[in-house]
């Protein structure tokens, strides 16, 4: 907590994270803040002004802007109030980067060219087409090791002009930037100019795992991590998911994964058996239709469980080219297939109207009109627009 004044209060819009209409409230400066704004790769602080909630910090120039659902007076004294999880996990994240960053580049020569400390995972991209699963290993290995050295973490300042900011890594300081230079010192590992917040020895890292890699942009490789609690929540995470697949696959951990291996087998197994008896059954359908001493100008087919292949056999086997046919699979309540088979010229006229009808799209070609239906319930109509066409065709049918 911080006691400090409020310079000024305007009135402002927030756009939410995650898209959505702007939230309405004010920007806030104060004299001096404990909450860090956005930079550098770390996302911002949040806390109180007061009981009212610190909803966003970003930074304009050298101030600090706090963006507030409520107005504050200016001049009003306040306390500031910092949620210490959501920094402290920064503060872990962003050490642990500035750790795997220099030594990466001294054991393998991988410079940082930009980092994300994301909301599950962090990510850092590496200036290397190829890091290999040797490398990832013999990494976190050592990232580790300096972790229980208990190696002191140190802040220093330097002023703009100082020659020695020359010899900081960095990847360059924002256009804007005023005042004097940060460093942060790793103790005889690495010294980096940076903006944000960190922990004050690696042992407060507690421990660091590199989740492994994924290809980034061109020539580039991302390196995914976790640091200090994040891995323990990864691991209770783990277990939680371990004791369900226990319970549900009847065995312990260990032959989990032959479990699901035979699990998949057999429901390939059954997919396959399904679907040949889903043929049987269409060619079955057909002959029964066209067995009938009468033949019908109209042929309607509705089943809860079919694919395209299984109407497409329906209408192979009875034919085209006088029999008009609406075939419809899936869920009454639900989405579902159509498929409008018959004379070109007829097809060609109702299949829009169909799918229409049906709430759906589809498309055809050669006396054949299919898609999806997002209206199952109105099949009925459907069939009485089939009819009725039939009926003006044939008034003798």
């Known amino acids: 907590q911080f006691t400090t004044r409020v310079v000024s209060c305007r009135a402002a819009e927030l756009q939410p994270e995650g898209g959505g209409e702007p939230v309405r409230g004010f920007q806030v400066v104060l004299e001096d803040t404990i909450l860090f704004p956005e930079g550098g790769g770390q996302p911002d602080d949040r806390g109180l002004i007061g009981d009212v909630p610190v909803l966003r910090v970003t930074r304009r120039g050298p101030e600090a802007v706090h963006f507030v659902p409520a107005a504050l007076e200016p001049g009003a004294e306040v306390l500031l ?154 691991i209770e995470q783990s277990h939680n998911t371990e004791k369900a697949l226990t319970s549900l696959l009847k065995n312990g951990p260990g032959e989990h994964v032959e479990a699901v291996r035979r699990l998949q087998s057999s429901v390939k197994l059954l997919q396959k058996n399904n679907l040949n008896l889903l043929r049987d059954i269409a060619v079955l359908i057909a002959r029964d239709f066209k067995s009938k001493p009468a033949p019908r100008q109209l042929f309607v087919l509705h089943r809860k ?49 169909v799918a229409e009808l049906l709430g759906g799209k589809g498309a055809g070609k050669r006396g054949r009109f299919q898609g999806k239906a997002a209206k199952m319930s109105r099949r009925g109509e459907v069939q009485a627009l089939l009819q009725e066409f039939i009926s003006r065709q044939n008034p003798e049918a």
């Open 305 to 353: 469980e079919g694919d395209s292949e299984f109407m497409n056999i329906i209408a192979n086997e009875i034919g085209t080219e006088e029999t008009l046919l609406f075939l419809t699979v899936g869920d009454e309540k639900e989405a579902g297939l159509f498929l409008l088979a018959g004379p070109v010229e007829a097809v060609e006229n109702l299949g829009p109207r």
């Open 81 to 234: 109030s910092l949620d210490w999880e959501r920094r402290f996990d920064h503060m872990q994240q962003h050490s642990g980067q500035h750790l795997i960053s220099a030594i990466a580049e001294q054991m393998f020569g991988f410079k940082t060219t930009s980092w994300e400390l994301g909301r599950q995972r962090s990510v850092i991209e590496l200036d290397t087409p190829l890091v290999t699963a040797e490398q990832v290993v013999a990494l976190e290995k050592s990232v580790n090791e300096k972790i229980r050295d208990r190696v002191p973490v140190t802040v220093r300042e330097l002023a703009a002009g100082d020659p020695e900011v020359e010899t900081v890594r960095s990847r360059g300081l924002p256009d804007d930037h005023v005042g004097p230079v940060r460093v942060v010192d790793i103790k005889g590992i690495d010294s980096n100019l940076c903006c944000g917040t960190h922990v004050s020895n690696l042992s407060d890292l507690q421990v660091i795992k590199l989740l492994g890699v994924e290809k980034g942009k061109k020539n580039k490789t991302n390196l995914v991590f976790l640091a200090g609690n994040r891995v323990l929540k990864s």
